[in-house]
């Protein structure tokens, strides 16, 4: 039996008395399961797997870590710098408050107020009948600001790179190891994300981007303003955002990753 996490998020942190039941029912499930001997756990980054540890979820050896769904380099490749003048930045995932898209309206807004023009394009469907989702009448008022846009589902996620400056994920909680963060890292754009678990765990400060405390409009809002004020900085950090990719965290790493997890499950039958 493998048992993949893909992410720990609300369920990790939530006080709610709703959440903290469910999540004490959870992890008891996953203490018996990880106490059988043919049970392999999977996670995607060291720091859920240290939640777990910490509730008891002890695999011994019986656990890997994968890099995330990984992207293919090749499909992903990097793009030219945009033209566009100002520069733009683009957060691409679910339309919902745990993401820290409130939080990159109230950035937007700041740096509106000092006079620093920069783009914001929101991308991502409405989460309808998920109690953290943003409404469609909040997100309709957000685009009523300059310089602020919604752009819903977009198909071909390569788009988006090739016209936007610098990739957001202003995260409040912790992420597993977010799709969209390696993507945009491919096709070579600088990252500011947040100080979370997962999105820490692909971004060294100052390398590959940028990183922010979660729920701190003023400090996204400067690590904006250092990003669009440099267009050589962008392209150096989008170079090493690329390059952490390619040396870690492809199809080809999670391929190997999890083959490696099956051959020694069938080794310890064997």
């Known amino acids: 039996l493998v048992v993949h996490m893909t992410g720990l998020g609300h369920l990790a942190i939530s006080r709610s008395l709703i959440v903290r039941t469910v999540r004490g029912l959870v992890f008891s499930h996953l203490r018996r399961l990880t ?41 992903y490749t990097p793009a030219p710098a945009p033209a566009g003048d100002p520069p733009t930045v683009a957060y691409a995932g679910r339309m919902i408050h745990s993401k820290g898209v409130t939080d990159l309206v109230a950035a937007h807004d700041l740096l509106a107020d000092r006079g620093i023009a920069l783009d914001v394009r929101l991308y991502g469907r409405l989460d309808d009948g998920n109690p953290e989702a943003i409404s469609a009448a909040e997100i309709e008022a957000w685009t009523r600001r300059p310089r602020l846009s919604w752009l819903g589902h977009v198909n071909d996620v390569r788009e988006i790179w090739r016209t936007a400056d610098v990739s957001v994920l202003p995260a409040r909680e912790r992420e597993g190891m977010p799709r969209a963060l390696l993507e945009a890292a491919a096709c070579g754009r600088p ?46 950090m989008g170079t090493a955002a690329r390059q952490r990719l390619i040396e870690g965290f492809t199809e080809a790493h999670v391929v190997d990753a999890v083959a490696t997890v099956y051959r020694r499950i069938l080794e310890e039958r064997h």
Do not use: K, M, Y
């Open 35 to 75: 106490a059988r001997p043919d049970t392999w756990l999977i996670v995607e980054n060291p720091e859920d797997l240290a939640v777990l540890t910490a509730a008891g979820i002890q695999p011994g050896h019986r656990v890997s870590i994968l890099p995330g769904a990984g992207v293919d380099p090749e499909v």
């Open 191 to 236: 990252l500011v994300v947040t100080n979370v678990p997962g999105c820490r765990h692909f971004v060294r400060d100052g390398v590959e981007g940028l990183i922010v405390p979660p729920g701190d409009p003023p400090r996204l809002a400067d690590a904006l303003a250092c990003l669009a004020g440099d267009h050589e900085l962008r392209q150096r």
